[in-house]
């Protein structure tokens, strides 16, 4: 299997409204592409897609081999990390930091699946190797925004998956607890056989250079996908937003504003 996303065609509607029209989008394994869109472009709703929460209305859509109409979606979200701030609302606040990381597992909320104390124990030496040890016997309500979002990442590990979808994460977090992040993501960009990454930012800053491929979309449509290199200039992008763009980059990072 090469392939993670096969996006051939696919719509999505509600009533009257195409929330995503005619998408044409693959994505190979271990490729990490960033996400770039204004609210409401349909950013969220691909992502929900791609987990299997929603279904194309025409169109074939295929994750990781898993055909949508023909596939088991449980099974396959087993292999899909997921770490956005949606999932902070369903989460039980009560539950220990280290029973959420292992429900990653079984892509469950909370734990009703039997697990082993090999199972727990792997849930903590993950957390300890993203740097969460003093997070380990605290409920998840005490947590800071940025150990949540640390928690979340350790969770969406633990099934090792083949596409880690990172939903804005670093929302919320202050301008070093960010790049702590940054740098936790950059190094799971760097695993062998790391998984597939796909991250939705609105700040081109957070786009570290492992994310080497760029999805712009717009009102429900691609307006270009393809290389960093080549989407990432101020022409393309102001094209894009339909405002001037300013931009300043050095070799690591790029930062937008409107002019
Ligand atoms: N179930 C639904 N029924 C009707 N409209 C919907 C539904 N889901 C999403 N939309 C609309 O589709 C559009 C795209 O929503 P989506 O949440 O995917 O945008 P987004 O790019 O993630 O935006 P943001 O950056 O603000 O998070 C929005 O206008 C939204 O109101």
């Known amino acids: 299997m090469d392939q993670v996303l096969n996006f051939d065609h696919v719509s999505f509607q509600r009533g009257t409204r195409t929330i995503l029209n005619n998408i044409n989008w693959q994505v190979k394994k271990r490729e990490n592409w960033a996400i770039l869109g204004l609210n409401g472009a349909g950013k969220t709703t691909l992502l929900k897609m791609i987990h299997g929460d929603i279904w194309p209305t025409s169109g074939k859509l295929t994750v990781l081999d898993h055909l949508f109409g023909q596939t088991n979606i449980p099974q396959l979200r087993r292999s899909i990390g997921w770490v956005s701030n949606a999932l902070q609302d369903w989460l039980h606040p009560g539950d220990l930091v280290e029973q959420i990381v292992l429900s990653g597992k079984f892509a469950s909320i909370g734990l009703y699946e039997k697990y082993t104390s090999l199972d727990l124990q792997s849930a903590c030496e993950l957390l300890i190797r ?42 919320g977090l202050d301008l070093f607890a960010r790049e702590r992040l940054l ?57 894009f937003y339909a405002a001037p763009i300013r931009i300043i980059e050095d070799s690591q990072r790029v930062i937008i504003y409107p002019k």
């Not at 969406?156 to 804005?168: Q, R, V």
């Not at 250079?209 to 999805?215: G, I, Q, S």
Request: glycine share 6%; net charge positive.
């Open 130 to 171: 993203l740097g969460g040890k003093k997070l380990l016997g605290k409920t998840y309500r005490v947590l800071s925004q940025g150990e949540r979002q640390l928690v979340l990442i350790a969770r969406a590990l633990m099934a090792k998956p083949k596409l880690l979808i990172l939903d804005e994460p670093c929302n």
């Open 183 to 239: 740098n936790k993501i950059a190094t799971i960009s760097q695993l062998p056989n790391h998984p597939a990454l796909l991250l939705v930012s609105h700040y081109t800053e957070e786009l570290l250079p492992c994310f080497t491929n760029l999805l712009l979309l717009k009102k429900g449509e691609i307006y270009a996908a393809g290389s960093r290199q080549r989407l990432l200039t101020a022409s393309m992008l102001t094209n």
